[in-house]
């Protein structure tokens, strides 16, 4: 299998600086904005965006540590396979978030519920549509006595490189 | 900013030898069955993987066209941005579905509501944990008045490179 080249389309623009005490997904990043800023160049495939309550982001953990295929994930004590987990040291370090899109202006969207360091390189936006997105998932392995304590829940270094 | 290289972690098979006629999007795919096969170097990471209903799946779309920054996609009659669509032929061409997870043998996982070529390279796995993927999205832009005609809605080649 040959390998894959992406090339960033735009930088994430956040609050979060380092790893050290960034909220971990959507329950933890309620009401924190942050920015997309395009590429220029990628403007004309924003048309239409403006009418989209929520946003699907891929992007680069650029500040990945080495993967790791076995991880102590911030929600746990214990470990756990990485595909098990969404811990940023993965085989191919790709972040997913799904943010609410305030509004849009030339390349610079602005966006809520960022749980994203800031200057990270953004893959792609895609449209959030529940009928292809949302999904009534009756297992949720070891998340399930865990998930609930989302929100209070802060990262720290452990899957970041130095800088 | 610098380029990002992934290296494929496994392959998607699927009877969808090619584009044309292909379901779009999970309601296209109910009940369609394919596997993952994931390199073995990487069968560490499955650790604890079977307790999840769903997976979520990034992979190449490999068979894709030169990127447009203006599609008329499957669903609809007029043109939309890219980053409005869910169409394969994006700057950068990673596709996103989530899948239910059947069974886990080794390194080959079953899996269930596959809308994906067979032969894709796939590039990440993540569990779906509704509290972080499903969101009560209010605006869904052009999907609107005709997302629900997606399960019955085929692909054709319009987003494909030639063989």
Redesign the interface.
Known sequence: ?????????G?IRSPFDKPEGMPI???GAAGVRGTLELDPA?A???????????L?L?Y?FHRAARAS??VVPFLDKL????????APA???P?G?S?VRLLSVAGCLLTIEGVDVLDGT?L?????????????????????ATK?GA?AQTRADDRFSKPQ
């Open positions: 299998m040959t390998d894959i080249h992406f090339k960033p389309i930088i997904q959507a329950p990628y004309e495939g924003l048309v239409d965006i403006a009418g989209f309550s929520h699907i891929l680069h295929l076995t470990p756990h396979g990485i595909f098990a987990t969404r993965r085989p191919n790709i997913l799904v390189p893959i792609d936006i895609k449209p959030y549509v529940p009928a292809f997105d949302a999904h009534a998932a009756d297992k949720i392995g070891w998340f998930v989302t």
